[in-house]
């Protein structure tokens, strides 16, 4: 650590001043004391350590980018369920694209995703309770759970060689299920889903809705097929119905009364256990996918958000939104405690959930 | 050996003086040449400059935006006020404006997208058959009906209903690429304006972004720019006028400054650099540092003449101040010149270019400061008359009267330096808190309320985000993408990534494959998925495609579907959003391969080269502030043969940094590619004031061996420099703030804090840390009057 000499500068510049230069010669007094020794210690090592931090720091901290943990939120926007149930009060429990089930117990507020053996996607989820259920989807998957989705299996079922969507599934007392799909599939259960068998021989036509009114089955289908069977499905009728479209929602209130809902508007009402069907077609409705006994009404849904409510003898029908918060399709509709809950898009089903339920759970419905 | 330099460094000074004819003389043709090249210098921004070049993201960029969308896309939003857009006079008006675009210089026709281009089309069966159509195109429809199916068309269509036309119907979007290479922002902007205004009408409102629309706003406020440019000079001349009270204190500086200014411009000019009107700043800066070191010399010079009232001579008086300063001027500048060139290992070519010019120019200060201010003080010649009668000096001597009173009270100074650990201890903490990246939603460039940001929050409130970012799924084989295994793998890439809020959406070819299906299944959404087999899918594509141009999925796959682009829109590009994006979809593709070899490439589009240039920034940022104070250490050892010198100086700056930088943190200026050369010059700049102060005082102890006199003496007279520089600097660059650009004003404030910070540090802290450790290379062996003791260095 020598010092330089910049003493000289004055001598060169300024002769006059030229006596500076004999100042600095003083008599050195290096008292050995230890905090001085250590001082100096620290004077020669704190350089070359930061020095050496410093180049360190300069020639191999390189900071990688890490980005903020996401949650993936239980119901994602590009889910889409297009069965759900309402099996209890204030339980939730809908089915959807690869293979995704969820389960809401408080009406909406949370949800759970269910583990489920396939990634196919679901179409459709009917519970019996809040326990078991049965679940059907493409390639002719089948699921069936008995301690309330905890675990769901894959029960075997029969199977064409051609396609195997099953699109619709109903359940009904005493743990008998029926299930519907392409080539006319026809499935029914009667051990909670267990085992299955077929209804009807195998044909090149589509099924979309099933229900039971009495004794009476109803099946709609592809193409203005609507076929009843009055001794649990072994002799079927065609009925005839006055239009082509394709059919996909079927309910009835009695024995007498029924409405089926079908593409571009389709809507057929009978009060005479279907003997015959009139039109009362509302083509401004568009597509419609499922139709629902309504207290003494009916009420559909399809796409683009559309609700179709009809009064008692469905001669008249009004075009309303099912949510009004989004133009999305709605494939199911069903009711529990009052409430109508539309299966659709993920986003759909958050917005219905979201906010209509709340008050129920303060109401203590 | 010492001597031996010291002696030729005096021989050299009385040199220029005794030759300052010629020394004028070669000064002035030089400054004359590279005024006629630095007047050619073109002032424009350049996209490729902005770009890391060798990073993976922006090579994937280059290899597919030509298909998938560059980073330079404009979105214009066509918004209604009342009812929703299908209206004839709104669709005429969107198919105006989606026709006329074409027009604009260097855009790509194929890349027009909107509801009235060829590009967005309807899948439809009828009883013939599938029936393959443009939406829109090539008219509007004509009647009532017509517009009625249209709106029914849009809403059964997902690239339409959601991309293109909004939610609720009330807003279109019309997005335009350009040719990167054709690319003339001052050009498009102009172009692009012309079409929104003669668009604009009662009831329709228009907003753009974009960066080409962006970097059009920022030329559009050259002239303010230059403006506020010219005023805070005029407050600089103002100021130093008023304060030094003489025509050499106040024109030298601005001489040096503009010397300087001249010499690098035309440096640049020679190298075929461009002047970015965003890097203003920047010369801004350096030019403060010319001033700085011309006022130190007028003010040294100054002092000799007060010293030697009866014998007034300006040229010995010159040549003293020059001789005294020499030193600590020539590390001020080699220090700086250093600090600058480290920004030159951050591979983005702007920073490269900055990071050349700006050492040129701070090594101009050599010539322009240390050389010539001296040379021109040797000509004055009533060296004792004031210019006005309005006496600022009193003031300036009673603030430094207090400066030397803090130094000289053990107590107080003991305090001062207490305070500045603490005050350097909190703001360390919180300058970590600093973002890499855009820090605020919008464009940081622009105030939140200008035009250009609040068009954005139009536009992203509307859409699912005006920003995009692609990933390239790249099979490696033809017809790879209609694998439905590969599909499903891109689809959950695209449910992975939605997850995130900023992202508002995402498309790619796994969206347009299930409509497809759906629409040949009557359209129901219980059949929206992939076909069973690659020969389904490729039949579906085909049904697309039939009947259409072949490039019209080209958004979405490139012609032989072996590479297909997964577009993710986001709502903002906040630095965050885009590291938890690329993180992400880094996490999904270790996790999920594409099936049958392949993998994903990222990223292109806005987002993407922004990731690229992130990332590099975020590497280099510990780099280049280690490198930069590495070269600051390095500096001051050797100049003072002393390692504890270095560390001595690195205290002002490690303090005016980590100020500013938690400034910066406060303010939400995060670290991108406009401010890392403001930060990197900034680590310079804040020991330029302590070396004079430094050095004063060490000359003095030459003189007499009383350092509490060698440190009031050093800062009445390097001291008033430094109060005079940081003074009229601080109070012009204040005047940045009015800029519409808020960058310039947020780097206005910036350099007043870092101009005050280290002033402070230079006036209060470095002469008690002199007093408190009393160096070696300072005080020599002179041991402490009052203790007889000498602490130990910290």
Request: net charge neutral; hydrophobic share 50%; glycine share 10%.
């Amino acid at each position: 650590m020598a010092r330089t000499n910049d003493r000289y500068e004055y001598l060169h510049c300024l002769p006059a001043s030229g006596s500076g230069g004999s100042a600095l010669v003083v008599p050195m007094n290096r008292a050995a004391s230890p905090s001085r020794s250590l001082g100096r210690v620290a004077a020669a090592l704190v350089p070359a350590l930061v020095i050496a931090a410093l180049l360190y720091a300069g020639l191999f901290i390189k900071p990688s980018p890490t980005g903020q943990a996401v949650p993936t939120p239980p119901i994602e926007r590009r889910d889409a369920f297009f069965g759900l149930d309402l099996p209890a009060p204030g339980v939730i429990w809908a089915a959807g694209s690869r293979g995704k089930i969820v389960r809401s117990d408080d009406g909406g507020k949370t949800w759970t995703v269910q583990p489920t053996p396939t990634v196919e996607h679901l179409q459709d989820l009917a519970a019996w309770n809040g326990r078991q259920a049965v679940v059907v989807g493409n390639q002719g998957v089948v699921l069936r759970t008995d301690d309330g989705g905890l675990h769901w299996s894959v029960v075997p079922a029969p199977r064409s060689e051609i396609a195997n969507k099953l699109l619709r599934v109903v359940a009904l007392q005493r743990g008998r299920a029926l299930a519907v799909g392409e080539m006319g599939a026809l499935l029914e259960s009667e051990d909670f889903g267990r085992s299955w068998r077929r209804l009807v021989a195998e044909r090149d036509v589509g099924f979309n809705a099933v229900a039971l009114a009495g004794d009476t089955l109803w099946v709609a289908g592809e193409a203005g097929t609507l076929m009843r069977s009055n001794d649990g499905g072994k002799v079927w009728h065609t009925a005839n119905v006055p239009v082509s479209a394709s059919l996909t929602g079927v309910a009835f209130r009695d024995a007498l009364h029924g409405a089926v809902v079908g593409l571009e508007g389709t809507v057929l009402i009978t009060d005479d256990g279907g003997m015959s069907w009139i039109d009362h077609s509302v083509k401004a409705a568009g597509h419609l996918y499922d139709i629902a006994v309504d207290g003494d009404g009916w009420r559909a849904v399809g796409m683009r958000d559309v609700l179709l409510r009809g009064v008692p003898d469905g001669s008249k029908w009004a075009i309303e939104r099912a949510t009004g918060r989004s133009l999305a399709w709605h494939s199911k509709l069903v009711e529990g405690g009052g409430r109508w809950l539309y299966a659709g898009p993920g986003l759909s089903l958050v917005a219905q959930t979201a906010h209509a339920m709340a008050p129920r759970s303060g109401g203590g419905s | 050996m010492r001597d031996e330099t010291f002696r030729r460094l005096g021989a050299f000074v009385a040199l220029c003086i005794r030759q300052r004819v010629r020394v004028l003389f070669i000064l002035g043709l030089l400054t004359a040449v590279f005024a006629v090249l630095a007047s050619g210098v073109p002032v424009r921004t350049e996209f490729s400059d902005l770009l890391p070049a060798d990073h993976p993201y922006v090579q994937v960029n280059d290899r597919y935006k030509g298909g998938f969308g560059s980073s330079n896309m404009v979105s214009i939003m066509l918004e209604v006020e009342d009812g929703d857009i299908f209206r004839p006079e709104v669709l005429k008006t969107l198919h105006v404006l989606t026709r006329d675009l074409q027009k604009v210089d260097g855009v790509d026709p194929f890349q027009i997208v909107s509801l009235a281009s060829k590009k967005l089309k309807e899948v439809r069966t009828s009883t013939e058959g599938i029936e393959i159509r443009p939406l829109m195109w090539p008219d509007v429809p004509a009647d009532e009906a017509g517009i009625a199916a249209l709106k029914l068309a849009v809403l059964n269509n997902p690239m339409a209903y959601g991309p293109y036309v909004s939610a609720d119907l009330k807003a279109a979007l019309v997005t335009v690429d350009f040719y990167d290479h054709l690319l003339d922002y001052h050009a498009v902007f102009e172009q692009i304006c012309a079409l929104v205004r003669q668009a604009e009408g009662p009831g329709i409102a228009l907003s753009v972004v974009g960066e080409p629309m962006l970097y059009g706003w920022v030329d559009h406020y050259l002239p303010e720019t230059l403006h506020i440019f010219l005023m805070t000079l005029g407050a600089l001349v103002a100021l130093l006028f008023l304060i030094t009270r003489s025509w050499r204190g106040t024109l030298l500086p601005l001489t040096a400054g503009a010397v300087s200014a001249v010499w690098a411009l035309g440096c640049a000019r020679l190298i075929g650099y461009h002047f970015d009107p965003l890097v203003i700043v920047v010369a801004f800066l350096i030019t403060a540092r010319a001033i700085s070191h011309s006022v130190q010399l007028v003010t040294r010079f100054d002092d000799e003449i007060a010293r030697h009232p009866d014998r007034v001579d300006a040229a010995v008086a010159a040549r003293t101040a020059m001789l005294a300063l020499f030193k600590p001027g020539m590390l001020g500048v080699v220090a700086d010149a250093g600090c600058m060139i480290v920004v030159i290992l951050t591979p983005i070519p702007l920073l490269q270019k900055v990071a050349v010019i700006g050492t040129v120019w701070v090594a101009t200060i050599a010539v322009s400061a240390v050389v010539l201010t001296p040379v021109l003080l040797s000509y004055v010649r009533r060296a004792d008359a004031v210019a006005h009668p309005v006496d600022v000096s009193p003031m300036l001597a009673r603030g430094l009267d207090r400066c030397v009173r803090l130094a000289a009270a053990p107590r107080v100074r003991r305090a001062v330096l207490a305070s500045s650990a603490v005050v350097f201890a909190a703001s360390l903490g919180y300058a970590f808190s600093i973002k890499v990246g855009d820090a605020n939603p919008g464009s940081p460039i622009l105030w939140g309320d200008s035009e250009y940001n609040r068009d954005a929050a139009r536009i992203n409130d509307r859409f699912p985000g005006a920003d995009r970012m692609f990933v390239v799924a790249a099979t490696g084989r033809q017809d790879g993408l209609k694998n439905p295994l590969v599909l499903q793998n891109m689809a959950g890439l695209q449910r992975f990534m939605e997850a995130q809020p900023d992202v508002g959406g995402t498309i790619s070819l796994a969206d347009i494959v299930p409509t497809v299906k759906r629409t040949l299944r009557e359209g129901s959404p219980r059949y929206e998925e992939f076909g069973a087999t690659p020969e389904e899918n490729g039949e579906l594509l085909y049904l697309f495609t039939s009947g259409a141009d072949p490039g019209d999925l080209e958004r979405y796959a490139d012609n032989g579907f072996a590479d297909g682009a997964v577009t993710l829109f986001f709502r903002d590009h906040q630095g965050e959003t885009i590291r938890t994006a690329v993180a992400r979809v880094k996490e999904y593709a270790a996790a999920h391969p594409l099936p049958g070899g392949g993998e994903y490439l990222l990223a292109g589009g806005l987002v993407g080269v922004l990731a690229a240039v992130n990332e590099v920034i975020l590497a280099g940022q510990i780099e280049s502030i280690a490198l930069a104070l590495l070269v600051l250490v390095v500096c001051c050892t050797v100049t003072y043969r002393s390692t504890v010198a270095g560390m001595f100086f690195m205290v002002p700056v490690v303090i005016s940094n980590t100020l500013t930088f938690s400034y910066m943190a406060w303010k939400g200026i995060g670290m991108n590619i406009n401010t890392l050369p403001i930060a990197a010059l900034g680590i310079g700049l804040g020991v330029d004031y302590a070396f004079y102060i430094v050095d004063g005082i060490r000359e003095e102890l030459h003189k007499h061996r009383d350092l509490d006199r060698a440190i009031a003496q050093s800062l009445r007279s390097a001291g008033k420099g430094v109060l005079i520089t940081a003074l009229t600097l601080t109070a012009s660059v204040i005047l940045w703030a009015a800029s519409s650009l808020r960058f310039q004003a947020e780097m206005g404030l910036l350099m007043a804090l870092w101009l005050g910070i280290s002033a402070c540090c230079a006036l209060f802290v470095m002469p008690a840390m002199v007093r408190m450790f009393r160096p070696r290379f300072i005080v020599g062996d002179i041991s402490d009057p009052v203790s007889q003791q000498v602490p130990a260095m910290a």
